[in-house]
């Protein structure tokens, strides 16, 4: 390159004071000048293409949103709490799958009439306490350590995975429950004990690791469905009026154990 | 200035996903870029907007630079058509159509120093509609349709005012 | 208002009838901290409870003035600190960005634009700028373990409680983390704990030793080498009545007590100082190291 252009008509260049044919000129060689380039690199403001780097930078580096995070975002939960729900295993697609399933027993029960709906009733509300054992507890979770040692409450974080966990099975099953046969109110008779199974297992946490919580939680509830329905001869006993209201019960008993008892997740080991 | 990297090498490292190298290749064009772009389009945040698209898109292809022409001039081609993308987006107001002048369509490659006075001056007496698609495809490398796009102008429009400035050009230089 | 100290005094922690940490007084100011110790020598348990993941069995305990045992005032802590612990888990599927971004969201960054800014900064001070966008699962252990520091190092702590930190990485990756670490221990407390004696001559200006849940030692690097003195030789054969020896690289045997016979007085280390302090338990897993 022989030939460069001269430093007054570049600084008349870049303050845009250079006549046309000269802007011609200077912009027909500078793509292909690095010393031209270097000089009027100096005469255009850090400050904004700093800015502008900034956000390429941050366009780069922008985690990758899994589906579930974006459709959060969307409907106005924060950036960073959709962030945190889209890390849970819970809402990762394959346990959205397992969800899934919930749909192969509405089909099986819809094909065999009482033991179908018992089978569905039993099995729904287990549901969210699987979701929550994933979603939490040092054997499952991997920065648990790390974890406990933010300022975030840990019993926050499990709550919030809960609620994603319970909205996600909630709505899996309801839409499951269509397919039973004949729109009945026993179709919906699966979401008190839900509320119920997934509250007795947090309180429990509080004294248990979270799988071991929602595994006892998980065979009690199954045996009072099978002993109900053995003793009685009826098997939809345990989600007849008085089943729904004890499950209230329980429910409202459990989130007050669990108001008493935050402070326990918030070290190892449990109580401080 | 001495040992540094070429532009090719620093593209080769960007395509295989050197960020530091990126930073490299914004460092030596984001200013000219910003210079020539405020040229083509008045608003800064538009054009603020062009060069990160610009640079976002050479980070996505710089594995498809066919080594033809300089890195800067394909840079430019990159930025060009992000800037009417943009403008495509934004009311027409916000579109400068920038002073421009003519180079003879058969010496391309003949750079014009300032000193060549009549040709500057012949250039500078074609209208500025002229000039403007001149500027636009010659200096800038767009398609007619592109220009078009760019000056909001249809693309037959600018096939009829670049054989316009040719045979005023043509006319004045013989 | 806090001090920049981390106080302790009889600081226990019992599991069933064993105290692993029995009875810990210390006072710990601004600099970097070695914590040596042989295995099972209540390390871990110790930076645990001074990450406020753990709580004490008895004793007190004050990090930066605040009491770790009331609820507010351990949230406050923990805006204040950074631990790395021993054995970080990973979600497998983020990338080192994508993790670092996840704590980083933890220690409650809420604001987007900043908190991607600090995340790519601790990143950078970890050498790990260049495969940010990299998953997990594919980086070596070492680079995983710089993935673990940088999350420690999120929003400038005052207090850093690192674990083994530089287990796991090459030499070049080691003298680039204690040249991190000294500059951090400027202004900063740096609790690092570490069975490499080479890091703690390079990098701590005051050791403290553990064993069997004690310190039984707390001094500078220089002192804990001059306990040694007079009592390191090397001889060409290994004496069998001799309880700390080993095999230099030289083929000579290096001993650490009594002299053996034909051998000459060397200059102790660090290292051997430490061996003379917690005998041949430490020695025996030294060899097979």
Known sequence: MTWHVRPDLLERYARGDAEATQAYSVEAHLPSCEHCRGQIAALVDAGRLERVWDDIEEHLDAPRRGPVEAGLIRVGVPDHVARLLGATPALRLSWLLACALVLVFAAWGASRRTEGLVVFLALAPLLPIAGIAAAYGPDLDPTYEIGLAAPMHSLRLLLIRALAVLVTTTATTAVASLALPGLHWSAAAWLAPSLGLTLTSLALATRLAAPAACGSVAVVWLLSVAIGGRVTDEPLLVFGLAGQLTCMLVAAIAAAVLARNTDSFERRGGIA | ?174 | MTQATITMSDLRKRYGTTDVVAGMTLSIGPGVTGLLGPNGAGKTTLMRMLATVLAPTSGDLRLLGLDPADRDERTEMRRRLGYMPQEPGFHRHFTAFEFVDYIAILKEMTDTRERHRDVRRVLELVGLGDVAGQRIRKLSGGMRRRVALAQALLGDPELLVLDEPSAALDPEQRMRFRELASGLGQERIVLVSTHQTEDVAALCQRVIVMHDGRAVFDDTPAQLSALAHGRVWIADQRDPRAQLWWRTAEGHHRHVGDPPPAAQLVEPTIEDGYLLLVGPQAADARVAA
């Open chain 2, 1 to 174: 200035m001495s040992a540094e990297r070429s532009d090719v090498e620093v593209l080769a490292a960007v395509a295989d996903g050197d960020r530091r190298a990126l930073r490299v290749l914004y460092d030596r064009h984001a200013p000219w870029l910003a210079l020539r772009l405020a040229r083509r389009c008045a608003d800064p945040g538009v054009v603020d907007e062009t060069i990160q698209d610009t640079f976002m898109a050479v980070w996505r292809s710089a594995g498809r630079y066919s080594g033809q022409g300089d890195v800067g001039a394909w840079i430019w081609g990159i930025a060009i058509r992000r800037l009417i993308d943009a403008l495509r987006r934004l009311p027409r107001a916000e579109v400068l159509v920038a002073e421009v002048h003519d180079r003879p369509c058969v010496e391309e490659d003949v750079l014009l120093g300032v000193e060549h006075g009549d040709l500057g001056g012949a250039l500078s007496r074609l209208s500025p509609e002229l000039r403007a698609v001149v500027q636009a495809t010659v200096l800038d490398g767009l398609t007619s349709r592109e220009a078009g796009r760019l000056l909001g102008i249809p693309a037959g429009t600018v096939k009829t005012r670049m054989m316009r400035a040719r045979a005023q050009l043509r006319e004045e230089l013989a």
